[in-house]
Structures are given as structure tokens and as C-alpha cells.
């Protein structure tokens, strides 16, 4: 696969690695982006994961909440300029309102409520078509979590592409304190315990090749190798590392970092019981085009018919 320069460039931008580190790295893993970053991560260390959370795809998060119910919905567009645009932005709003209150199975299920808006009508997927007729752009619902286990709820949206909605018990600044630091630190679970096994096997495999990568390097370079033993423990300890830092309640909090989390909840007298966290885009490749050899493929294919 050829490795052209706008991949290289959205890497780099994913990963903060030079240049050409970056298009090593997309040669090796044969144009598989989320392999290129993990090849960054063994040569360059946590570096390169540092902006790995930027995405691309555009869209916005819209959470309703209503006592103890409420839903939080993704819905994507094609370009940035939809996202501020008040249709798009109420069918956005009208559906997580319908989630709440429905709980539809799906999103097949989530079109076929009723509602009207701009004229179109009578169910939520005829405006969206309706919409995309009168707008231009393609838009579609992605996601949504609807909330009813009888938990309080705290929602926090962070412009429009962040949001995030807190199950919890006590009081509710807390809550919504935990709901920002979620979308300012980004954990993946509650507890070391609850990271999935996925994810534990990730980085475990991203430590072992950085240890491994160490020990060539000191051969090569004749210098003293770790033992078995002493690798196996930077490994664990790595792995150890990482649980904490994506961890919920082991984090240091956002407003006062000496202490963690579960820390402050405690002194509040808060239990958080599950939070979910929706960012824009999140996991979804967007097209990007290499406009110079577009350009030259124009030309060449001009030239070949002239």
C-alpha cells in the first residue's frame, strides 16, 4: 500500500512523532494506522500517544435528562459548518428528548418516532431525510445509552463534542464534577478492575515490545541486559501504570490533583455507580485525500486523452 503524505501527516497529528518516524512506521504496519501508532508507542514511548484522542469526524453530543432518566446521543455530519447550523442542531436535541422518553431498541426504532420539525414530518427519519435535502450534507444518528436504572444522573457537555452522563448516589456538584474531570481526563472504566481485558492485553503487548526493543538495543550497543526477571517486573509495573492512569476513580482530580477521585467522592459523600462518555468521531476513519496527487492524477489523465 502506498503511504502517501496526508497519512503521514494525520499520524503525526494523532501521534506527535517526527515525520519520519511516522512514515517508517505506516511502511511497517502496511498503511493500518492504529497498528502505526502502536509501533510509535514501542519506539517513542508515551509520546506518542499523547494526542491519539483527536478525531476527525464531525458531529455533536446532546444529552437529555429527566430525574432518574435521560439518554446522551451522538449524531453525525459531514463538515464542521452543519454542526452550527440550528436544524441540525434541534434534530440533534429533539432525538436524545425522544430517547429519554421512548427508549427505543435502536436506531431503526429511534427514526420511526414520531416527530415533525422544518416541515418534514411525521417521524424523526423523515426530517432527518428531509434535512439532508434542505441542508445538503448527509447526517445520521451513530450512537446513543439511555438511562432508567433508578440511579441519579449528571450530565456535562463540553461544547458540542464531548458529552458525558454520571449514575450516581449523593450529591449532585460532586457528580458534576465527575462529569467534567470525565471529559477533561477520559478514563476507560471505574476501577483498575473494570479495564477490560482488550485493553490490558494492548498495553501489555506494547510493554513487552518496548522491553524487547530495549534489550536489542543494549546488545547491540554492548551494554549490560536486564534479566528475565527484572523485564517481567518493568512490564507488570508499566501495565500497573496504565490501569491507574485510565482508571476513574484512581485519577488524580481535575480540580485538585492531591487528590484522586474516589478521594473526593468520599469526602462528598457521593458514590459514582457508571459513567459514559461519548466524544465526536470517536473510532471512525474520516476520508482524507491527498490533493497533490489528485491533482497530478487529473492532469496525467488529461494529457493521456489529449
Partial sequence: MAITASMVAELRAKTDAPMMECKKALTEAGGDMVKA????????????????????????????????????????CETDFVTKNDSFLALARAAAELIAQHNPADIDALGALAYSQDGFGPTLEDVRKGLIGKIGENMSFRRFKRFSGGNKLASYLHGTRIGVVVEFDGEETAAKDV???????????????????????RERSVAEAKAAEDK??????????????IVAKRVEGGVQKYLKEVSLFNQPFVKNDKQTVE??????????????LYVVGEGIEKRTDDFAAEVAAQVAAAKAAA
Fill in 263 to 276: 478521594q473526593m467522592l468520599k469526602a462528598a459523600g457521593t458514590t459514582v455507580k457508571g459513567f459514559t
Fill in 179 to 201: 462529569a467534567m474531570h470525565v471529559a477533561a481526563m477520559k478514563p476507560v472504566a471505574l476501577t483498575s478492575a473494570d479495564v477490560s481485558p482488550e485493553l490490558v492485553a
Fill in 216 to 229: 536489542a538495543k543494549a546488545i547491540a550497543e554492548g551494554k549490560p541486559v536486564q534479566s528475565d526477571d
Fill in 37 to 76: 501508532e502502536e509501533i510509535l508507542r514501542v519506539k517513542l514511548g508515551s509520546k506518542a500517544g499523547k494526542a491519539a484522542a483527536r478525531v476527525t469526524a464531525e458531529g455533536v453530543v446532546t444529552a437529555s435528562i429527566n430525574g432518574n432518566t435521560g439518554a446522551l446521543l451522538e449524531t453525525n
